[in-house]
């Protein structure tokens, strides 16, 4: 058993290396206003994992700039580095080696290495060869991939602490595009699926939690909002919905009505 890293009784907790989680709600730290409506917003999400681009965020790169760990201390939260912005293997594990040092040795880190720059879905050749590496090297991958069952079930076997399949593109707001897909590499699991990239709203959310996913991770769609703070909160909300509703378990799609009460029997 992981050790209990949130102060819940719940017994529906999300084990992510080794540790374990109360919320299911994962967030990024970029594109808000300020590191004040980043505070609020991670604050009202129930976040616990907060994920950070190591190449454009401040975590202590910098002492003249201010620092996002100010605002998001890692003794209350789970600092969970990306390769955003990496195009290559060589670029993403390098990264990474630096995320490790800035953070005391911490071993999580959010693989994602881009194909270009007009898609930004995952180079998957370039992926497998970071995981790999980083692997060996005694790192927890959490990777983004494509929604391809394939290679989400190579990804698991070559050793990722969790594998993180996109809805859509990252930042595009498109939800869910390929639920079959989404299904699949969740009903193949051996490690936690995340749904990374594309939520809008929160019924996208809802939709990955109900397919059976662990957890979604989710920036733009918060951060993009008119009120990101208030987004951030419907966001919460959804993930537990879901997640409830997958856990009881849907009723059968009929073609034709089945009456909530009986005609059989009826009291004359």
Known sequence: ???????????????????????????????????????LAT?????EIVTVAIR???????????????????????ILPNTAGCFSAEEAVRTCRLAR???????LV??????????????????????????????????????DPVVARELAKRGCAAV???????????????????????????VPILVDAGVGTASDAAVAMELGCDGVLMNTAIAGARNPVLMASAM???????REAFLAGRIPRKRFANASSPTSGLIE
């Open 1 to 39: 058993m992981g050790e209990i890293v949130s102060h819940s009784n719940d017994h529906d907790l999300l084990e992510i290396a080794g540790k374990l989680y109360r919320s299911r709600l994962l967030t990024g730290t970029g594109k808000f206003k300020d590191l004040e409506e980043t505070r």
């Open 43 to 47: 604050e009202a999400a129930g976040a």
């Open 56 to 78: 454009r965020t401040n975590i202590g790169q910098d002492k003249h700039q201010p620092n996002l760990l100010d605002v998001l201390p890692p003794d209350r939260y789970t």
């Open 101 to 107: 040092e800035l953070l005391d040795g911490a071993p």
């Open 110 to 147: 959010k693989l994602e290495v881009l194909a270009d720059i007009k898609t930004l879905f995952p180079d998957v050749v370039e992926t497998l060869k970071a995981t790999d590496i980083l692997v060996r090297e005694g790192f927890q991958v959490m990777v983004y991939t494509n929604d």
């Open 164 to 190: 993180m399949p996109l809805a859509a593109p990252i930042g595009s707001g498109l939800g869910i595009r390929n639920p079959y897909n989404i299904l699949t590499i969740v009903e193949e699991k051996t």
């Open 236 to 242: 919460r909300k959804a993930i537990e919905a879901g």
